[in-house]
């Protein structure tokens, strides 16, 4: 075994790759450059360093291997831009058209981007033609915006859901670049989840294909926690904040009865983040399955061996289940197959209410003379309409900052988020493709398993 160094080390990392950031003058030239207001806004005094240069990046790897950090690597270290305001801006405040939209499933924090985004905009750079587009993507083509102001949207963020409305599907890509540009808007703020995202690419594309001078971004939004790259997704604390509190009603469900089970159900539908991160927070849970790992049902080392051993020690059980867990097993016609929802994604079978009709056949069939309880509770839609809590309203107002300094320092196709704590501007295409999902190789799983002592459900 080698021994660990005391002394102090000069270390010689890999390569580096930086990401390439898409910026207007890819395919506009000759775009007037203007000074950035902020120069002269009464609450900030930039000095040296307050303005982000090309050459501040951000590093997506942080922990290094020394024993291989020196070796040639065939897959070098990746780097983004920083995140911040620029120097030197490419609109002319006067002259932007911003529209905002929100789509797809609603999210803690989803008013306070858009707060925001109005205020940042306003306060910081001076702009006053402030477009809110209503119900998602089909709003850009079949109604009319509304105007933003600071006024108007003073209190939004203390509100949940989506002011300007929200909808899944309707996108049509022409239609909505052609929207886009007889409204005259130059500037695009998609806030919205991974199927969002793919559409902010094509319009993205679009735009460029047209040579249009129009910046979009967009700005990550999903309650599981599964966008890739970035640290978190906004609302992501607030919906482990609120799962607590289901689990806990569940726990004391579970407690007052005799053969008590509570029955979580979580949001989650690729990723168990959700599920995860409330188990470990809440320390009440027996058992927590995820979409990233299969169980079963009978048999040695099944769900139903699990729960009567703990039934049998304790008197009672917690057993929280993210959405797209079990969806394997769950039994499904050809229709129920093919089945999808307006953003093309499958439709899953409702989990929960499964397991709670198969725990209480178990128990029925193999306990048919002692006491039973099954308390099923469904929060989904509770935690994803509450308001944000403290801390996801503080980071909704740095995602919405971050994207108004990209855009009005022309650069486009860029989603805004935190890398490793500290905010990056990533290619849209790369955050459309990534996905988040659990390692259950890594310590976290490892710590959920530990607290909950439940088996790995692995067949022998």
């Not at 360093?49 to 020394?66: A, E, K, N, W």
């Not at 620029?86 to 911003?98: G, K, M, N, T």
């Not at 061996?305 to 050809?334: C, K, S």
């Not at 486009?412 to 999902?437: L, M, R, S």
Request: net charge negative; with cysteine.
């Amino acid at each position: 075994m080698a021994e660990p160094t005391t002394e102090e080390m000069i270390l010689s990392l890999s390569p580096v790759k930086l990401h390439k950031l898409p910026h207007l003058t890819d395919y506009l030239s000759r775009l007037p450059t203007h000074t950035n207001p902020l120069q002269h806004n009464p609450f900030y005094h930039p000095s040296d360093g307050f303005y982000i240069t090309p050459s501040d990046v951000i590093l997506r790897q942080i922990v290094y291997d020394l024993a291989a950090s020196g070796a040639a690597s065939a897959h070098p270290a990746s780097a983004y831009h920083r995140a911040g305001p620029r120097r030197h801006i490419l609109f002319e405040p006067s002259s932007i058209r911003a529209a905002i939209v929100t789509c797809g499933g609603l999210c803690p924090g989803m008013n306070t981007v858009v707060r925001e985004l109005v205020l940042g905009l306003w306060d910081l750079y001076g702009v006053r033609q402030i477009f809110g587009i209503k119900a998602g993507y089909r709003g850009f083509y079949s109604m009319d915006p509304i105007p933003l102001n600071p006024k108007l949207v003073d209190h939004w963020h203390k509100n949940g859901g989506t002011v300007l409305e929200t909808s899944r599907g309707g996108f049509h890509l022409q239609n909505i670049v052609d929207a886009i540009q007889h409204r005259g808007y130059n500037q695009v703020y998609i806030i919205g989840g991974d199927g969002t995202m793919r559409g902010a690419v094509e319009i993205f594309h679009e735009i460029c294909k047209r040579k249009l001078h129009i910046a979009v971004t967009g700005i990550p939004k999903t309650v599981d926690n599964d966008v890739g790259i970035i640290d978190r997704s906004f609302g992501f604390q607030t919906a482990v904040e609120m799962a607590q509190q289901a689990i806990s009603a569940a726990h004391v469900e579970a407690e007052s009865a005799v053969n008590g089970i509570g029955l979580v159900k979580l949001m989650g539908r690729s990723t168990g983040h959700i599920a995860l991160h409330a188990t470990l927070s809440s320390r009440d849970v027996d058992c927590c399955l995820i979409p990233e790992t299969e169980f079963y049902l009978e048999g040695k080392g099944g769900l139903f061996e699990f729960l009567e051993q703990r039934l049998r020690e304790n008197g009672h059980a917690v057993l929280v289940v993210a959405e797209g867990a079990g969806q394997d097993i769950i039994p499904r016609n050809e229709a129920q197959k093919q089945e999808r929802d307006e953003s093309g994604n499958p439709v899953f079978l409702d989990v929960g209410q499964w397991l709670k009709s198969e725990l209480k056949n178990w128990w029925s069939r193999d306990h048919p003379s002692e006491l039973f309880t099954v308390k099923y509770i469904d929060p989904t839609y509770m935690i994803r309409a509450v308001p944000a809590n403290a801390t996801d309203n503080l980071y909704c107002t740095l995602l919405a900052h971050s994207a108004i300094h990209g855009v009005m320092a022309g650069y486009t196709g860029f989603v805004p988020g935190p890398v490793n704590g500290n905010y990056a501007y990533i290619p849209v295409e790369e955050v459309a493709k990534a996905k988040n999902e659990v390692n259950t190789r890594d310590h976290q799983w490892a710590w959920v398993r530990s607290v909950t002592n439940q088996p790995d459900f692995m067949r022998t």
